[in-house]
């Protein structure tokens, strides 16, 4: 069989589950999520050994750093993914929810009704923790899905593919609700994006290569983002202490994530102080720094920044860094070269605060935290699938609500229209 033929056999599969799934009730989904925690945690050595291995020939194809980082799974990662799915078991089911009815003029009542979205196709590299997050959501969202997951973690991901389908037998659900790819060949990807009759959208995760190839050649609908370009903005009202603080955490907690932040915004009333004190703990990191001139002149060490240095994602030990002589500016300078992800500002100034949430253009806007904060775990989704940067339908992490949909009801007593 073709490539090709297999993943339009796995779509079939996949819309014929999607019938199944959309009328599951809360109770079977749960219970499918709750099984699959248990299987995780009782196949914890050979989930680890598959990913030993995975790891092993990773580092031998040379992969660089940042991805190994996504790759590795330890006990702690593992007891997280079960903890994840026993997570979303709690969250309030979406399917069904009615909202926003009105009374008409002529008798009838007008509402909505939340929806799965169908299939959902999850492209995604490295991390196979991707691989419970997203058939968790979609099994609570009553979506089948398709995982076609990184090469590198092929043995990993195979093993969760049958763990999870274990889990929905058991809860007499469709195992072919969630499918994974059992193949590396390239061409699957071209084709399942491309299969408009079996998939109802894409979610890419992974580097800027491949959601800019799926963003180009996708024929099904896609909720993606291509750059974590994220920024803290120092205001000279902040409480230098959690300036400081929040801006080594969101460079430095970790390196290789799209929430970290690549720029360091200063204002120049505050940018002596809190540089000096930055410049001490990014250094006792490795951090390269790259700065604007001014920057340069309070650090003598730092390397001059480029106009390239303001549009990239280092996913690297490297922060560029600009002082500013405003809000306005600093704005002004997020809206243009970052890449509406996640930018914060730190300020004890109310009004300033409020200005920032307002006009600063991301999916994701903070006040007073780091921008590793932006995370649908963290956020309270459960998990996520993804982040979106998109404006229409899903923005920001994309958790249950965000892989559904909503048609209007419409309820009568016999009325007609004349």
């Given at each position: 069989m073709s490539i090709e033929?297999?993943?339009?056999?796995?779509?079939k599969k996949a819309r014929a589950a999607a019938v199944y799934m959309a009328k599951a009730n809360t109770h079977a989904k749960n219970q499918a999520l709750l099984e699959t925690a248990k299987l995780i945690r009782a196949n914890k050595a050979a989930l680890t050994e598959a990913n030993q291995e995975d790891l092993a020939?990773?580092?031998?194809?040379?992969?660089?750093?940042?991805?190994?980082?996504?790759?590795?799974?330890n006990d702690k990662a593992i007891e997280t993914m079960a903890q994840g799915l026993e997570q979303i078991a709690q969250l309030p089911d979406p399917i069904g929810e009615m909202t926003d009815f009105k009374n008409r003029p002529s008798g009838i009542q007008v509402g909505k009704m939340r929806v799965p979205l169908g299939v959902i196709g999850i492209i995604y590299e490295s991390r196979p923790n991707v691989t419970v997050d997203a058939a968790g959501l979609c099994i609570k969202s009553g979506n089948s899905t398709i995982l076609r997951g990184g090469s590198e973690a092929f043995r990993c991901n195979q093993a969760l593919a049958a763990i999870v389908a274990q889990g929905l037998e058991a809860a007499g659900l469709p195992a072919d609700a969630v499918q994974v790819i059992d193949t590396?060949?390239?061409?699957?990807?071209?084709?399942?994006?491309?299969?408009?009759?079996?998939?109802?959208?894409?979610?890419?995760?992974g580097g800027k290569g491949l959601i800019e190839r799926i963003s180009r050649d996708a024929?099904?609908?896609?909720?993606?983002?291509?750059?974590?370009?994220?920024?803290?903005?120092i205001d000279e009202s902040a409480n230098m202490t959690h300036a400081v603080n929040i801006a080594e955490n969101a460079k430095t907690h970790r390196y290789g994530t799209c929430n970290t932040m690549e720029t360091l915004l200063v204002h120049t009333h505050v940018a002596k102080p809190a540089l000096a004190e930055l410049a001490v703990r990014y250094a006792a990191k490795g951090v390269e720094l790259r700065g604007c001139k001014r920057t340069m002149a309070l650090l003598p060490s730092v390397k001059a920044a480029t106009e390239e240095d303001w549009n990239t994602e280092y996913l690297a030990p490297i922060l560029s860094i600009k002082v500013v002589d405003s809000l306005d500016e600093a704005i002004a300078h997020i809206n243009k070269y970052g890449s509406h992800h996640t930018d914060s500002i730190v300020t004890e100034n109310h009004s300033h605060a409020m200005r920032f949430v307002r006009e600063v253009d991301s999916a994701s806007v903070m006040v007073n935290a780091s921008t590793r904060f932006a995370d649908g775990f963290e956020y309270g989704l459960g998990a996520e699938i993804g982040i979106s940067t998109d404006k229409i339908h899903a923005r920001g992490p994309v958790g249950l609500e965000g892989l559904t949909s909503q048609k209007y009801v419409v309820f009568g007593h016999g009325e007609i229209r004349n």
């Open positions: 033929d297999q993943i339009l056999a796995i779509g020939q990773a580092k031998a194809n040379g992969l660089e750093e940042a991805l190994l980082d996504r790759l590795a799974l590396t060949d390239r061409a699957a990807v071209g084709t399942l994006i491309t299969m408009t009759e079996y998939v109802d959208v894409i979610v890419p995760r024929k099904v609908p896609v909720i993606k983002h291509l750059d974590g370009i994220c920024h803290v903005f």
